[in-house]
């Protein structure tokens, strides 16, 4: 992987780390990274509990899960944990690169193994993903406006100025690729988000 990364994009610098701990060590001292590429197995973690501590921690950053296995459940769980792709590593090395570039796009890479599962199901996947993505605080503002708030009442509620909750809204739109806040909630209603 590390040479596909370096032949691909020469510009990249690469992290290594050999379990989640020395990971977190690595992304707090480069400061800002582009996205993280975390094997499904990596030493220190069980299942997804590294994903949902890189989400935790670094909410800005995509986290890629790779994995030698490749099973449906276990790609739509990770999409669904917020992982920005699930990348097996059985793919070939052209579409390896073409993932990490929807990545670094601000997409969420599906593997073909899920093109067999209906649309809606795609789509689900994805919305979850991109709801995972938010910020706790933006997921407080989005059931907000799921119930149909105003933002001065918003405001009110989470005791803080109306800039601050337009800027919480604009960025959950941003991540949610939403082009307004009624798009935004229909989002959220499609997968239940409450």
Known sequence: MRSLLEISFPECVILE???LSEAIEALEAAGEVDMVLLDLNIPDVSR????NRLRDSFPSIPVVMVSGALDRITVREALAAGAAGFIPKSLKRAEIVEALRQVLEGEIYIPNILEED????????SILARIEALTPQQKVV?????????????????DVSMTTVKAHVS?????LNAYSRTQAVILANRVGFQ
């Open 17 to 19: 780390a050999g379990a």
């Open 142 to 158: 989005l059931r907000h406006l799921v119930n149909g708030k105003l933002n001065k009442q918003i405001a009110f509620e989470l």
């Open 48 to 51: 997804f509990s590294g994903l």
């Open 118 to 125: 209906n649309e809606d199901a795609r789509e689900r996947a």
């Open 171 to 175: 960025a959950i739109l941003q991540k």
